[in-house]
């Protein structure tokens, strides 16, 4: 069971726009910044977002994070099928000092 | 160019213990904010922070998982090292290091990361 709870698939057509959403508590998401990665098939995880809303150089701005309270979103707009793929979310826990992830979500463009 | 890549045996008998090597490049590890981690993936689960070093030598250790590992580093070599024992059959994964640059990054985020090793743990 993952500390961080992602819902297990969403998915929408080509062209529209997804969010998938991280909720936490306060030692994790309340108090630490959120990272998200897109994890194509067959391949390693690749850092979508940083520090909740960051993008890496790279990263096209259809791509947008957020955070409120102990939850965070990530919002993926202009949807192509290279899109689809697991996403995972992740931060720090200050009660655990340690790194947790969510449980995945996989994105299905329709 | 940074890159990472881990080494280290496909097959591991049940209990005996296992050593990952993360050999990288276009960094070092001994220049202040640089931090290696080891993460693990289960065949279609999700992924698992075990552990990582800092630059200064630090240590952070998953809690469940903190008696079986041991992490170290050689900073001449650009590797780090990850050590498990006593493996099991749930252990069975691939295992990915990462490296997170604290100087751009929090401690939460991994800018980059290796290919992953897969490690099947059977007799």
């Known amino acids: 069971q993952s500390v961080l709870t992602q819902p297990p698939s969403v998915s929408a057509a080509p062209g529209q726009k997804v969010t998938i959403s991280c909720s936490g508590s306060?030692?994790?998401?309340?108090?630490?910044?959120v990272s998200w990665y897109q994890q194509l098939p067959g391949t390693a995880p690749k850092l979508l977002i940083y520090?909740?809303?960051k993008r890496p150089s790279g990263i096209p701005d259809r791509f947008s994070g957020s955070r409120s309270g102990t939850s965070a979103t990530l919002g993926i707009a202009g949807l192509q099928t290279g899109d689809e793929a697991d996403y995972y979310c992740?931060?720090?826990?200050?009660?655990?000092?340690?790194?947790?992830f969510g449980g995945g979500t996989k994105l299905t463009v329709l | 160019q940074v890159t990472l890549r881990e080494s280290g045996p496909a097959l591991v008998k049940p209990t005996q213990t296992l050593t990952l090597t993360c050999t990288f490049s276009?960094?070092?590890?001994?220049?202040?904010?640089?931090?290696v981690s080891w993460i693990r993936q289960p065949p279609g689960k999700a992924l698992e922070w075990l552990a990582r070093?800092?630059?200064?030598?630090?240590?952070y250790y998953s809690t469940s998982l903190k008696t079986r590992l041991t992490i170290s580093k050689d900073t001449s070599k650009n590797q780090v090292v990850l050590t498990m024992t006593n493996m099991d059959p749930v252990d069975t994964a691939t295992y990915y290091c990462?490296?997170?640059?604290?100087?751009?990054?929090?401690?939460?985020?991994?800018?980059?990361w290796g290919q992953g090793t897969m490690v099947t743990v059977s007799s």
């Open positions: 520090d909740n809303n």
């Open positions: 306060s030692s994790n998401i309340g108090n630490n910044y």
């Open positions: 070093i800092d630059w200064d030598d630090d240590k």
């Open positions: 992740g931060t720090w826990d200050s009660s655990l000092s340690a790194v947790v």
């Open positions: 990462a490296r997170t640059n604290r100087i751009q990054l929090s401690i939460g985020a991994f800018d980059i």
């Open positions: 276009g960094f070092s590890l001994s220049t202040s904010g640089m931090c």
